[in-house]
């Protein structure tokens, strides 16, 4: 069985079906549990492990997106990881440089899009998010097993380096708030963005100039992406222009507007990794309600 080429961001829950024995396939459960911390300042990174030995697609692998691809940081979550350890987390789950990669959550979406965004800075190109993840292919009643994945052999994941137009940062932001036009998108619950609850970060509100289009919105209620005339409605402003950061408060739901985009043949988006964990804990960096 030939690898397949998919340039799509997105596989249906039939296509996978199908290839569920394809050898040039690897799947990855990346779901992940935040628990606000009681003062809503910040939140615990919970592993959705249990709920992968419960149930999930077969031959599906987990991977600890914190703790198994993020570089350590004693203050922010998530950071993207170095090219070696891409390289070597990829290795140990027997994914090659041409890999077909499909990557779903059983939390929110955006588990899912942050490592495909992840895949893509690295120059992954044959990766796709599940459309619907694993609620959809539940409710379908599609095969699932329990327990851990079968063994794979040792992968050889090249190291490349990250394609660091992809990747925003505090600077980078600064500058274009202050002489460049962009598109600024916050793609936090409108609650968040408004100052009205949820997590804070720190600091009530978003970054100033920012609009808001939020990551749930992106999808049906049965989880799936919504359709491309709906999505082209819904970043009809952010379309005209050549460049476009999406932040949230890690850069996890930031990367559903990444897709999005990418769905709609925008290109040039980048996201804010450290967002507003880092941005709302500096007093000196602009915010509004």
Known sequence: MTSPIWPKPLVSTGWLLENLKNPKVRILDSSTHLIPKPDLSLYTVL???????????????F???????????????????????????????GINGETMVVIYSTTNHWWATRLWWTFKVFGHANVAVLDGGFQK????????????????????????????????????????????????????????HEGRGGVNYGRKGHIKNSINLPAIEHVNQDNTFKSINELRTIFSETLKHNEVIAYCGGGIAATSVALALDMLGHKNVKVYDASLTEWASDETLPMSI
Not at 47 to 61: C, L, R, S, T
Not at 67 to 79: A, C, D, G, Q, V
Not at 148 to 173: C, F, H, W
């Open 47 to 61: 592993p959705a492990f249990d709920e992968y030995k419960e149930g999930h697609i077969p031959n599906a692998q």
């Open 63 to 93: 991977i600890d997106i914190e703790h198994e691809l993020s570089t350590p940081h004693p203050e922010l979550h998530f950071m993207l990881p170095s090219a070696e350890l891409f390289a070597e987390t990829l290795s140990r789950l």
């Open 137 to 192: 292919w539940a409710s379908e009643k599609k095969t699932t097993e329990s327990g851990m994945a079968a063994t794979v052999d040792q992968g050889n994941y090249p190291v490349r380096e990250a394609n660091k137009t992809l990747i925003a940062d505090k600077d980078s932001i600064l500058k274009r708030l202050n002489k460049e036009p962009a598109s600024l998108i916050n793609a936090l619950r409108r609650e968040q």
